[in-house]
């Protein structure tokens, strides 16, 4: 992805003015990285935290045994996009796992 | 979200049916959370496959019942490996009892906490059956002087997740209505429930009643693990909004406070004027709900509920009044349950750090339209 691709990306997502485009890329793939192995994004996405909060569940994490590479990064991705000046999002709902 | 991560979402929602449940809030998939939206809340046993989940960590590979042990050791005379098929023999108390996460309502807390922002849908009330916890400890020659019973579920933790093994006062575990279920509305338990056998504590919160229970251990000490120290723990002074806790202030959780929530009409709804049914739970814990009043104008003026029976311990009351406004316009409708102990519904629950016991008066806005 381009520069330029990246910032609009950033500027969808809301970006807070001076979040660094690319940090926050690298963030989405730390998440992808470190997170995914133990459980779903959802329970990281549904959440609106503050960057302090966010930095305590790194911590959290961390000492669950997740090796987290790059921290700066994912904590940017993290309160750009789930911070707690953010709307929570919507409920999602399951498919019907009866009727199959 | 950035783009990348709204793809990563929509990808997840499209394709995640949970076995023998009917749609369900998605909080988490993997390990499952899934909420009861309120209008399956519409008969006083839950259905199960309309019944919450709360997974710490991935469920267990599923327990084949002809393999399946219970070790009853600690401080015992005669420690046990039991089967199904000895748990089956001892005498079976059937428990109604209302289950709650002890996060439920966590998302209406400001300022926001970490953890599943649960709504109104984190409990359920079901009629469990299984022997008596007490009965299995008499079997094994326990005395009466171990202080705790350990419980350890067959779940296990990914990476360095701390596993998930629960203490419980040696009084609560020998209460005649704290069983090891077998069966949750008449049929054995669903694996994502806990098959073959978890642990019903009835009248406190959902973390206590462990799943997939495999070890059962008379103790002098509780354990001391992530759940039960710091997790699962509630401040004994109350604290200012956002302020971090005192950890030697910490207390475990014991009871539950009192509750009601209102299920229909949704939050945020149109109706027709005209008759209303304004319907909801209310339960306390240990205690018994006395009574449950709604208020249909923010609060000024407040009406009795009718009550479902039974009243008891431990189990839900539904309610329902009758609401025919005389006008239209939009309409804040308030519930306020007080239970046998005279304890009441408070107007705001009390702020902590990980979002427990959320029991304030419930709230619902709804526009009601000319016919």
């Known amino acids: ?100 | 979200m950035t783009a990348g991560a709204a793809k990563l979402a929509r990808a997840a929602d499209d394709s995640i049916a949970i076995p023998g449940k009917r749609p369900m809030i998605l909080h988490n998939d993997r390990p499952e959370d899934l909420e009861t939206p309120v209008r399956y809340f519409d008969s006083w046993l839950t259905p199960v496959d309309a019944f919450f989940v709360r997974q710490h960590i991935p469920r267990p590979a599923p327990i084949d019942p002809a393999a399946y042990r219970l070790t009853v050791n600690g401080m015992v005379s005669k420690p046990l490996q039991l089967t199904l098929a000895d748990l089956q023999k001892l005498p079976q108390a059937t428990v109604p009892a209302t289950i709650e996460c002890t996060g439920n309502g966590r998302g209406f807390y400001t300022p926001k906490v970490p953890g599943i922002q649960w709504g109104r849908g984190a409990i359920g009330n079901a009629e469990w059956a299984g022997p008596r916890i007490a009965d299995i400890l008499k079997a094994a020659g326990a005395s009466s002087s171990p202080a705790f019973l350990e419980t350890d579920g067959a779940d296990t933790g990914v990476a360095k997740t701390p596993d998930f093994v629960r203490s419980l006062p040696m009084k609560k575990a020998m209460h005649p209505a704290t069983i090891l279920a077998l069966k949750m509305n008449g049929q054995a338990i669903p694996d994502i429930h806990g098959f073959p056998a978890r642990l019903i504590v009835p009248g406190w919160d959902g973390t206590s009643s462990v799943k997939w229970v495999v070890r059962i251990s008379a103790a002098a000490e509780a354990n001391k693990g992530f759940f039960m120290n710091p997790g699962y723990r509630y401040p004994k002074y109350a604290i200012p909004p956002g302020s971090p806790a005192k950890p030697a202030e910490l207390e475990v959780i014991e009871g539950m406070p009192v509750k009601s929530s209102i299920t229909a009409p949704e939050d945020q709804g149109k109706l027709a004027l005209g008759s209303i049914a304004i319907r909801g739970f209310a339960w306390a814990g240990e205690e018994a709900i006395e009574r449950v009043e709604v208020s249909t104008d923010g609060g000024s003026r407040w009406r009795d509920a009718q009550l479902s029976a039974p009243k008891l311990p431990f189990a839900w009351r539904l309610w329902l009044l009758d609401w025919r406004p005389a006008d239209p316009g939009y309409y804040t409708i308030l519930s306020r349950a007080t239970d046998s102990k005279g304890r009441v519904q408070p107007i705001v629950a009390p702020w902590n750090p990980s979002g427990y016991l959320w029991n304030a008066i419930d709230r619902v806005g709804v526009t009601v339209e000319k016919a």
């Open chain 1, 1 to 100: 992805m381009t520069g330029r691709l990246l910032w609009l990306a950033g500027v969808a997502a809301g970006a807070a003015l001076g979040a660094d485009p690319a940090a926050v890329a690298r963030g989405q793939k730390e998440e992808a990285r470190s997170c995914i192995p133990c459980h779903s994004l959802r329970l990281i996405h549904s959440q609106r935290l503050s960057r302090a909060a966010w930095n305590k569940e790194l911590d959290k994490m961390a000492g669950w045994g997740t090796a987290i590479v790059d921290r700066d990064a994912l904590l940017e991705y993290l309160e750009v996009n789930f911070g707690d000046d953010k709307a929570p999002p919507a409920p999602v709902m399951s498919q019907d796992g009866v009727k199959k």
